[in-house]
């Protein structure tokens, strides 16, 4: 399957990562969380003046933003509007309680540059681990003092930078079912939510990872995780890439989905090195079949 990967090779690295990140992503890439330290908090592209200019620039599709004063976990709730526009919300960020996400910033080439430049000092170690580096994307998050941001999952390979402020992340175990269900990774990859139904009693299964400015956190794909924010307002930037093992997980899981619907009770995806490979061809030629993509 083809997936549109951007010419890295062209790219040159802009050191923000030191040795010894690059040596322990090394050691951890692509199923160990992990910290790294970074040198981009002070970028004039991440400042809250830019972020409130490229929010105004991008189209509305890829822009999201709500109240911050949210539970751990929705449960199929959805999050209150903050009642103003994204510049505003971010300008105001302070205080206007709430949580903003700028998405897929690459659509603007000055943070086009930057996102490859950042993946660019990584890729020899991806490439080497889990093949061609595909469909890199960039998201910025911006979160008042004391925001939440709720239970979910993400199908990227994540690595968040925190730019300002503080923030705790709570991450669960990747691939486990007492997390996220099969069924809902099946629904998922067929067009859900990523949205997790939270329970009190999940939370002693999960490790908090703190993040200070210069500090960052790598997150597997499929880890569920949730946030809190610290007591002043926060700024990260996700810089994400899928693999074809992330692609292969995915569409094995949807053709899981497709068996259950047949009455059957598939084995659950394997997590990397398996390949996962035998299920996704079945279903991206049933995919192709019925005109799905």
């Given amino acids: 399957m083809n997936h549109q990967s951007n010419a890295f090779s062209q790219i040159n690295p802009v050191d923000t990562f030191d040795e010894t990140s690059r040596s322990a992503f090394a050691v951890a890439y692509p199923e160990g969380p992990h910290k790294l330290v970074h040198r981009l908090r002070d970028h004039p592209l991440m400042q809250l003046d830019a972020l409130a200019v490229l929010g105004e620039t991008l189209p509305d599709r890829s822009v999201e933003y709500n109240r911050a004063d949210l539970p751990i976990g929705l449960n199929g709730e959805k999050a209150p509007g903050n009642g103003i526009g994204i510049g505003e919300t971010i300008r105001t960020i302070a205080s206007s309680g709430s949580w903003a996400a700028l998405k897929n910033i690459e659509q603007i080439p000055a943070y086009a540059d930057l996102l490859n430049a950042l993946l660019e000092e990584l890729r020899p170690t991806i490439e080497a681990r889990t ?125 899981n989905g497709l068996l259950r619907k047949l009455g059957l009770n598939p084995r659950a995806t394997g997590r990397w090195p398996a390949t996962n490979r035998a299920k996704a061809l079945c279903w991206r030629i049933y995919a192709k079949a019925r005109g799905l993509r």
């Fill in 131 to 255: 093949g061609a580096m595909l469909k890199p994307q960039g998201f910025v998050f911006i979160t008042s003092p004391n925001g939440v941001t709720p239970y979910h999952f993400d199908p990227e390979h994540n690595i968040l930078l925190q730019l300002m402020g503080s923030k705790v992340m709570t991450m669960f175990p990747a691939g486990d079912a007492r997390y996220a269900p099969d069924q809902t990774h099946e629904t998922y990859h067929t067009g859900g939510g990523r949205e997790l139904f939270w329970r009190d009693e999940l939370l002693h299964g999960g490790k908090k990872w703190s993040l200070q400015p210069g500090e960052a956190l790598y997150v597997p794909v499929m880890s569920p995780h949730f946030v809190n924010n610290g007591p002043s307002p926060s700024v990260s930037l996700s810089i994400t890439w899928r693999s074809e093992w992330s692609f292969a997980e995915a569409d094995a899981r949807a053709f």
